[in-house]
């Protein structure tokens, strides 16, 4: 069917990829006409640096300068996404998945017909070990499975480091400290000084090295946890109200979750993928 001139003008000449073309040997467009493809971009979770400045107190509880605390953190629109993902997966990676139930095929006896199928005035029933029974099976109940989820070891950090960067507001800097002697009460007053009221809040202690008379003395109380850059989890941090680090547990966390901390390894990535160029452009000399 011819096209006429007014029909022709009427056609858009930009046309969905996903609708119908209609084209024929009369009518050709331009490839200037033709409607540019918008180009796929991947989406991916942007990474920011916040410095935070926090108070560094001495054991007596006094104010001897300041640090700083330099985390990488997502983004706020996706901040809140990333550390769910990140408490989901360390929740689920430690459930065992030993729960199981006896279907009614599993369970002992039933094998007999309880009473004959007609003529007694009941229901009709092939096993006392029915569902429906006291000692019998489960439906649908639990069986031994695997619960582990998979994450990334670059998206956990992110979420570590974007909950302590968070939490930055309550956080405090302590001189690393000990004890003579083991001694709750030494540790409760220690606490108080540093303006922290354990009955009233949860308090986390990141440090390199535990002591073991603050171990001792710290263990006793049910809202204070002592960690370790060997168990530093995101749901303790998130669990508690106030975040004490020491000097060189906040050393730690600006080497390992700062800024800077990935900056070594793409250093060392370029300078060997320079290496292998420079040796295959000799070898193709």
């Not at 006429?4 to 119908?20: F, G, Y």
């Not at 109200?241 to 600006?254: C, E, G, H, P, Q």
Request: net charge positive; with cysteine; proline share 5%.
């Amino acid at each position: 069917m011819p096209i006429s001139a007014a029909s022709s003008s009427s056609l858009s000449l930009c046309i969905s990829s996903s609708s119908s073309t209609f084209l024929s040997s009369s009518l050709h467009f331009s490839k200037s006409l033709s409607c540019p493809r918008k180009p796929l971009l991947r989406t991916q979770t942007l990474i920011r640096s916040a410095v935070s400045t926090l108070p560094v107190l001495s054991f007596s509880g006094d104010k001897v300068g300041e640090a700083y605390l330099d985390l990488k953190s997502a983004p706020p629109e996706t901040a809140r996404s990333v550390v769910h993902r990140g408490i989901v997966a360390d929740q689920q990676n430690k459930r065992r998945g030993t729960a199981s139930t006896l279907t009614r095929g599993e369970v002992r006896g039933g094998g007999r017909k309880p009473y004959p199928q007609k003529k007694t005035g009941g229901a009709r029933r092939g096993s006392q070990r029915t569902p429906l029974r006291p000692g019998g099976g489960i439906i649908f109940g639990p069986k031994p499975r695997d619960w582990s989820v998979k994450i990334n070891r670059k998206e956990k950090r992110l979420a570590i480091s974007t909950a302590i960067a968070s939490a930055s507001g309550s956080a405090v800097v302590v001189e690393d400290f000990a004890f003579e002697r083991p001694r709750t009460a030494d540790f409760v007053a220690a606490l108080g000084r540093w303006g922290i009221d354990p009955r009233e809040e949860k308090a986390v202690f990141v440090m390199t090295e535990v002591a073991e008379n603050v171990r001792l003395s710290s263990r006793n109380i049910g809202t204070v946890k002592v960690l370790t850059p060997r168990t530093l989890n995101l749901f303790d941090v998130l669990n508690s109200d106030r975040i004490v680090i020491t000097k060189s547990a906040l050393d730690y966390l600006n080497s390992t979750y700062g800024s800077q901390s990935g900056d070594e390894e793409e250093s060392e990535e370029d300078n060997e993928e320079g290496g292998e160029d420079e040796a295959s452009e000799e070898a193709a000399e």
